[in-house]
């Protein structure tokens, strides 16, 4: 069965309705069960588990240490362009927006990486706007051909490409991709993506599995939740993602559940989600998907992130810029949103060993895989 068929089938109409329907016995069964099926997962995320989020972020915390041990792998995005023909509501690269532009040259973009290994980062994440004329694919082919030499991971969140154009920035030296649904919920995705490419649902949507089957080693998907109903959006996300673990078994796949911020020219978040339901939303998909990597980026702030990292997140980003040319030249009237936890690097690893967490700067994947 295809993904959106999966998506839109009855197996996944009846979890959505568990979400609001679960009661006790549904929670303690899904509390208690090794394997978790669809409907325990949707008891996860629903109101009468957000009783219990003590006990989830227990059992979530046992599973996490068990299988990944006290440790957490860190990157950092490089933008290499705010540029933007697309219309996304809630981000201040869309095309309406006034931000002052700006694509890196090749030069540039090794420039922001060398301060980023100097840093320590050896996992560099490419984000683009999407303009094809401005940020075409023979652009990001010539980045990360630049880059590969130097850089031991690189992976790319760009906009979405066919099969044969993933597989030439593998060939170029990308080895992980990110692509991020934004909302699962298909009224909503077409009442904030207005007008590009990024309008159709389909496309974005079959994305990361055309990264898979083109040979990228990692896959990232994700949920900008704020838009549509959050637990909703991680049921589906959790969909994907065991989707494409169970036909794309060799690649390593990762989901992250960024909150929507302030981003200038861009609306706020109609859904708002609070801390309690986005740690249960962690710890519902560290039930549910126990070797799945779960990504934390520096949207949270720092007191929220060490709370939420023994619960299952794997990766972190850290020191971010979102703005193109942001280690060298900072310049936030160009970044595509605010960030919460500015600290260096370098203090998050620290405070990171202060809780008893490595904080992991090599790509042991790629040693362990390569
Ligand atoms: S979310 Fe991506 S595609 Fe949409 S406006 Fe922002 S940069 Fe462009």
């Known amino acids: ?80 362009s705010n540029e933007c023909t697309q219309v996304c509501t809630y981000c201040a690269f869309q095309r309406r927006s006034s931000i002052p532009r700006r694509t890196l040259a090749v030069d540039e973009v090794v420039a ?79 009442r904030v993506h207005l007008s590009g490419r990024k309008a159709n649902y389909d496309w974005r949507l ?28 991680v049921l589906a996300l959790g969909v994907h993602a065991r989707y494409l673990m169970r036909h794309w078994w060799r690649t390593f796949v990762t989901v992250s559940l960024p909150r929507l911020r302030y981003a200038k020219d861009a609306i706020a978040a109609p859904r708002p989600v609070s801390d309690a339901e986005m740690t249960q939303a962690i710890c519902a998909l560290r039930l549910f998907l126990p070797d799945t990597g779960i990504v934390l980026s520096t949207r949270e702030s720092p007191r929220f992130r060490h709370g939420v990292i023994p619960l299952g997140v794997t990766h972190a980003s850290a020191g971010s810029r979102t703005e193109p040319g942001g280690y060298s030249t900072p310049a936030p009237e160009s970044e595509q949103f605010r960030i919460d936890d500015d600290r260096p690097a370098e203090l998050f690893a620290a405070a990171l060993r202060g809780q008893g967490y490595d904080a992991v700067w090599k790509d042991w994947e790629a040693i362990l895989h390569g």
């Open 1 to 80: 069965m295809s993904l959106a068929n999966e998506l839109s089938g009855p197996l996944h109409r009846a979890a959505a309705t568990m979400i609001h329907a679960a009661g006790e016995g549904d929670v303690e069964r899904a509390l208690s069960v090794d394997q978790l099926d669809l409907l325990d997962f949707a008891a996860l995320l629903s109101r009468a588990a957000a009783l219990r989020l003590e006990d989830l972020a227990r059992r979530a915390r046992q599973i996490s240490l068990l299988r990944w041990g006290r440790s957490v792998q860190l990157f950092a995005p490089l933008y290499v």
């Open 112 to 190: 922001e990486a060398r301060m980023l290994l100097e840093t320590g980062f050896r996992h560099i994440l490419l984000v683009s706007g999407e303009h094809p004329k401005l940020v075409p694919l023979s652009y990001l082919e010539t980045v990360v051909a630049a880059l590969h030499p130097e850089v031991p991971a690189l992976s790319i969140e760009v906009a979405p490409q066919s099969l044969e154009g993933y597989e030439r920035l593998v060939h170029a030296g990308t080895e992980g991709l990110v692509v991020y649904q934004e909302t699962y919920d298909r009224d909503v995705y077409a």
């Open 206 to 233: 079959a994305a990361p599995e055309r990264g898979a089957a083109a040979g990228m080693r990692r896959v990232g998907l994700g949920a900008l939740l704020g838009l549509a109903d959050w637990a909703t959006d």
